[in-house]
């Protein structure tokens, strides 16, 4: 299944960092198109899950580019469409995962609130997320990752 299918499909989804990263870039692009068409509208009806680690990094990542004010404006653009995980094991489920993987914290904590939703990660491509490294999780942890492709888009 494509990812515009499995996104279409969806009921409830985590994405990862890179994906809001890319939502937030200043040029238009065919994920911040698409995102603003299916996920980041009033009609949607896909729930996206999220959590406070993701949060933080995404601001300090878009502070680091573009300042407090406008990091926590674009944050506030899309606040509404995110439901925030916040279950007690989380922590346990991210840390168990970073104790078997050299992926950063906030991956983790990505792929353990999908875990908790019982729902579909989508991250961009990243050098330590290969392919085996997401088949060895979701075999492992009973995960559904995904890698999107920018350029297949």
């Given at each position: 299944m494509?990812?515009?299918?499995?996104?279409?499909?969806?009921?409830?989804?985590?994405?990862?960092?890179?994906?809001?990263?890319?939502y937030f870039?200043?040029k238009?692009?065919?994920?911040?198109?698409?995102?603003r068409?299916?996920?980041?509208t009033d009609?949607?009806?896909?729930?996206?899950?999220?959590?406070?680690?993701?949060?933080?990094?995404?601001?300090?990542?878009?502070?680091?580019a573009?300042?407090?004010q406008?990091?926590?404006?674009?944050?506030?653009?899309?606040?509404?469409?995110?439901?925030?995980?916040?279950?007690?094991?989380?922590?346990?489920?991210?840390?168990?995962?970073?104790?078997?993987?050299?992926i950063?914290?906030?991956?983790?904590?990505?792929?353990a609130?999908?875990?908790?939703?019982?729902?579909?990660?989508?991250?961009?491509?990243?050098e330590e997320?290969?392919?085996?490294?997401?088949?060895?999780?979701n075999?492992?942890?009973?995960?559904?990752?995904?890698?999107i492709d920018?350029?297949?888009?």
């Amino acid at each position: 299944m494509n990812v515009k299918d499995l996104i279409k499909n969806s009921k409830k989804l985590v994405l990862d960092t890179g994906i809001y990263i890319e939502y937030f870039q200043t040029k238009e692009n065919k994920i911040k198109e698409y995102l603003r068409e299916t996920l980041f509208t009033d009609e949607s009806e896909v729930r996206i899950y999220a959590n406070y680690i993701l949060k933080s990094e995404i601001y300090y990542i878009l502070c680091r580019a573009l300042g407090k004010q406008k990091a926590g404006e674009l944050l506030n653009e899309i606040e509404m469409f995110l439901i925030f995980e916040e279950s007690r094991i989380l922590y346990e489920l991210a840390g168990k995962i970073k104790c078997k993987f050299s992926i950063s914290l906030a991956d983790c904590y990505s792929i353990a609130t999908g875990i908790v939703q019982n729902c579909s990660v989508l991250f961009l491509e990243e050098e330590e997320l290969s392919e085996d490294t997401i088949k060895q999780i979701n075999r492992e942890f009973k995960s559904d990752l995904h890698i999107i492709d920018i350029d297949k888009f």
